[in-house]
């Protein structure tokens, strides 16, 4: 991803290999920049719990035993990741289903509307990397 400088806010532009501006990257940003003030945020956006630090304890134990005895392993899985808040969490966590409060996304022929209509899909600058962020499902929708 190339990063631009904006002459007046000193914001960064994200631009994709296609030239397309990043709107994940700047959603992204201004969440990191107003989100500590925003009194409508849940606090497991933006702090790990107790649980959670242990749990990523683990899984970064568990990952340096695994790159150690499996030399040929030269990549690292993709297992935690930062979320929109810059709070690294465990990816399977997002990934969990998950209840939100838009019951028309329940029967499939609506949510493939919704998805058609209203989400936008953006490759990732490298599709053999991971992406930088993992956003909650909260903030996609």
Do not use: W
């Not at 990063?3 to 969440?31: D, F, M, Y």
């Not at 990191?32 to 134990?61: F, P």
């Not at 690294?88 to 996304?105: F, I």
């Amino acid at each position: 991803m190339i990063q631009l400088e904006r002459s007046q806010k000193n914001n960064r532009i994200c631009v994709t290999a296609e030239g397309r501006i990043s709107t994940k990257e700047l959603r992204t940003q201004k969440l990191r920049q107003n989100g500590a003030h925003d009194s409508h945020i849940v606090s497991s956006y933006t702090e790990n719990s107790d649980k959670e630090v242990i749990c990523e304890a683990i899984v970064n134990d568990c990952i340096r035993i695994i790159l150690n005895e499996r030399h040929d392993l030269h990549k690292s899985f993709f297992v935690m990741a930062e979320n929109e808040y810059g709070v690294t969490k465990c990816v399977c966590s997002t990934l969990k289903p998950t209840l939100l409060p838009y019951p028309e996304l329940y029967d499939s022929s609506e949510c493939a509307i919704f998805v058609a209509r209203l989400l936008e899909y953006e490759p990732l600058d490298d599709p053999r990397k991971p992406p930088s962020t993992v956003p909650s499902p909260s903030q996609v929708l």
